[in-house]
């Protein structure tokens, strides 16, 4: 069984939208189309407790995502922060292309409002160096979006974050972009896995077996950072898809592994997260 097989407990919702869409249904042996209206919520972040590292050293960690598309509002985030600073937790906060997937404004919003706070950011390696329960921020930034990642730096420089990139595709990366990938890290950032091409880890799995996966996804993804000469040491999940025999092979090879919980939830799509 994986995460996504439990039955979801109804969040509190901040708001609610119904939307029909195309989906599909088992019947027999076969999937057929069928439309479905799906109700969906944004939750509050200060309730989602699987985003919060307790300093209790788990190895298997949860992001909420702070795109624009998932409507997390401003007090959404500084709510968060707030349940952080008050419980001496690390929230975890991601999110894709600076500019593109999340408006510079509203990622500088959750900087300044965690520097107010008097929050350090700290990424994924120095939450597991460091067990001292504090109140932190752990920011990251997933995918390839290499020209976007170094057009913050000025911003992250601003307010003396660090963070961490979860990067997959490198094996696309031209000189270049390698280049600054290594400017990231040389700026105190954190340059960890996730993944070769970006595929549903559980379904890949299921197609062609675990050890297939490791072998074409995820080692190649640790290795090729590594010979890079990136200190790799987590990997994360595309899609926050995972199982714990996932779970159990990886961390044979990485300190930690990433998932996320779904702010926006639904009644048919199961937070990776939860269990």
Same mark, same amino acid.
């Given at each position: ?9 109804q969040p509190r919702?901040?708001?609610? @939208? *119904? ?13 057929v189309p069928v ?30 995502? @702070? ?46 409002? *965690? ?48 963070? @961490?990139? #979860?990067?997959?595709? #490198?094996?696309?990366?031209?000189? *270049? ?58 990997? *994360?999940?595309? #899609? ?36």
């Amino acid at each position: 069984m994986t995460q996504s097989d439990h039955k979801i407990p109804q969040p509190r919702c901040l708001a609610a @939208t *119904a939307a029909p869409r195309l989906g599909t249904a088992r019947l027999g042996s076969g999937l057929v189309p069928v439309a479905l209206t799906l109700s969906a919520c944004t939750q509050p972040t200060a309730d989602m407790n699987n985003i919060y590292y307790q300093w209790d050293g788990r190895t298997v960690l949860c992001a909420a995502n @702070t795109d624009d598309v998932i409507g997390v509002d401003h007090a959404n985030i500084a709510a968060g922060l707030d349940r952080a600073v008050a419980n001496r937790e690390a929230v975890q906060y991601f999110a894709h292309t600076p500019g593109a997937t999340i408006n510079r404004d509203d990622l500088e919003f959750t900087f300044a409002a *965690a520097a107010e706070r008097g929050l350090p950011f700290l990424t994924y390696r120095e939450l597991l160096d460091d067990p001292t329960p504090r109140a932190a921020l752990v920011f990251s930034f997933d995918d390839s979006a290499i020209d976007a990642w170094t057009a913050t730096r000025d911003m992250f420089a601003r307010y003396h974050a660090h963070v @961490t990139f #979860f990067v997959s595709r #490198f094996d696309h990366f031209n000189a *270049a972009a390698r280049a600054q990938l290594q400017q990231l890290a040389a700026d105190g950032h954190a340059i960890e896995a996730h993944s070769v091409q970006h595929l549903r880890a559980p379904r890949y799995v299921e197609t062609y077996g675990l050890q297939a996966y490791l072998d074409d996804e995820a080692l190649p993804s640790i290795n090729q950072l590594r010979e890079a000469g990136f200190d790799t040491q987590l990997f *994360a999940y595309p #899609f926050g898809a995972h199982t714990h025999e996932l779970d159990d092979a990886l961390l044979q090879h990485v300190r930690a592994v990433r998932s996320l919980s779904f702010v926006r939830t639904s009644q048919v799509t199961a937070d990776p997260c939860r269990r």
